[in-house]
């Protein structure tokens, strides 16, 4: 089987720094992947990692440990566009991503 | 953008009712996945199809099939429809292990 867990909920202010973090149990795992889903809208993709370390994409970056089950994502300069759900997934042998249940981040001016 | 198209937007259906939804991804992309999201559940995988095979299928009821036609585009049914069917139903093409391209979503309310 496989778990995923996350933080429910984040508040931070805008030009600050957040990680969000996730713990992950999962046969066969593959890879660790983190979405972003606007209210009303569908889930983006927005990183992906297999090995570990940190992975830097702009404002973005994601970080893996396979020996921990564990990643965060790392916001930086927050925006207020930012506020929206990240959802960290985890693919095991069948890649297909199981998803946690997001953690909703609001960022306050 | 996603190459994922997904009708209806938006439906309401009363309990014991039947639905179907449907999903096209861009031309070219045989691999189509299906999601349920509710608050309390979160993104929750139904069932994979690839090249008209239904490849891998989540821990749902019987009540949810699917299936895929020869030119990519997906069906998804749920019949007898319960009150908790209600949540938004995701459509995704996978160009890559894991990476996942999102429909708009059909959200179905079933009252």
């Known amino acids: 089987g496989q778990n995923i867990d996350q933080p429910t909920e984040m508040t931070a202010t805008e030009g600050a720094i957040v990680q969000i973090n996730c713990t992950y149990q999962?046969?066969?795992?593959?890879?660790l992947f983190w979405y972003q889903q606007h209210a009303g809208e569908a889930p983006t993709f927005l990183s992906y990692n297999v090995l570990d370390g940190l992975e830097e994409k702009g404002r973005f970056s994601s970080f893996l440990s396979r020996s921990k089950g564990y990643s965060y994502l790392l916001l930086k300069e927050l925006q207020m566009k930012d506020s929206a759900s990240y959802l960290c997934a985890a693919t095991g042998g069948s890649y297909i991503p199981t998803f946690g249940r997001g953690t909703s981040l609001i960022v306050h001016p | 953008k996603a190459g994922v198209t997904q009708t209806p937007r938006y439906l309401i259906k009363t309990r014991g009712q039947q639905v179907t939804l449907s999903c096209s991804p861009i031309s070219g992309h045989r691999s189509v996945s299906w999601y349920q999201q509710t608050p309390g559940q979160g993104l929750q995988f139904l069932f994979e199809?690839?090249?008209?095979?239904?490849?891998n299928k989540g821990n749902f009821p019987g009540r949810f099939s699917g299936r895929q036609f020869s030119n990519s585009r997906s069906e998804m049914n749920v019949s007898t429809l319960e009150l908790g069917d209600s949540a938004l139903y995701l459509c995704a093409r996978r160009d890559s292990p894991g990476e996942l391209f999102f429909g708009e979503g059909s959200r179905l309310t079933v009252l």
């Open positions: 999962t046969s066969g795992f593959n890879g």
């Open positions: 199809y690839f090249s008209e095979t239904q490849r």
